[in-house]
């Protein structure tokens, strides 16, 4: 079974924490996606990479960072977390350009609390 | 400016009843990709379908069709004879061909199937 894996369903954390959010891809896809989901405002994208050491932001990055060191992960870093930062938190990846029609594969999210 | 509406935010029907899920996108484009997504409570959004803007074709899988109309920029989806299984949240997303691989999702719209 091909799957996106993020690493932690439910995190709390305090206001100014530094919150990391994993997500390991098995498809060896090109792209991998940070999306948020929020009541209201669906999926709005946070950032995107086509490839290892490449990101771009999306529609809302301000807040946050990313890293993919390797092809198969993708980290979402909130270096202080806030409260405005409570939410769905969504991985998701897709094969690359070329050979890429546009579908993509999400984890089952992270919820995370920040109080 | 590409835009995907759903402008149904909640919708609920009683089991067996046909229900439909409004999809309208805006784009200048002319090479495109629509798709349906499913998210069921587990949090996961399940690929449905993808569509090209050059095959206006409706389609059918089982309980499942969707309705492509580029004339009146539509792309809707129809559950016939619904079952409490299919409540969940369903997204419509747009993929334009000529810009990154970023995918518009709409706002969602989730579907009550009652007993």
């Known amino acids: 079974d091909v799957k996106v894996t993020q690493s932690s369903r439910y995190l709390v954390k305090r206001t100014g924490e530094k919150v990391f959010l994993e997500c390991v891809q098995d498809?060896?896809?090109?792209?991998m996606f940070w999306y948020r989901q929020d009541p209201g405002l669906g999926l709005r994208l946070i950032y995107f990479?086509?490839?290892?050491?490449?990101?771009e932001k999306g529609d809302i990055p301000e807040g946050y960072s990313v890293s993919r060191e390797k092809k198969e992960r993708f980290s979402l870093i909130l270096e202080s977390a806030s409260t405005n930062q409570t939410s769905m938190y969504l991985c998701?990846?897709?094969?690359?350009?070329?050979?890429?029609?546009?579908?993509?594969?999400f984890g089952e999210g992270s919820r995370l609390t920040v109080l | 400016a590409q835009k995907v509406t759903q402008a149904q935010t909640e919708i609920s029907v009683v089991e067996k009843e046909d229900v439909t899920l409004d999809c309208v996108y805006e784009?200048?484009?002319?090479?495109?990709?629509l798709f349906w997504y499913k998210q069921p409570p587990s949090g996961e959004l399940v690929f449905l379908i993808r569509?090209?803007?050059?095959?206006?074709q409706n389609e059918i899988s089982g309980r499942y069709s969707w309705n492509f109309q580029k004339s009146t920029s539509s792309f809707n989806f129809t559950i016939t004879a619904s079952q409490v299984v299919d409540s969940a949240v369903y997204f419509c997303?747009?993929?334009?061909?000529?810009?990154?691989?970023?995918?518009?999702f709409g706002k969602g719209t989730r579907l009550h199937i009652l007993p």
């Open positions: 498809m060896d896809h090109e792209n």
């Open positions: 784009t200048r484009d002319t090479t495109y990709y």
């Open positions: 998701a990846s897709s094969r690359g350009f070329s050979a890429n029609t546009g579908e993509l594969f």
């Open positions: 569509r090209n803007s050059f095959d206006e």
């Open positions: 997303a747009l993929r334009v061909m000529n810009r990154d691989d970023k995918i518009i």
């Open positions: 990479s086509y490839d290892v050491k490449m990101k």
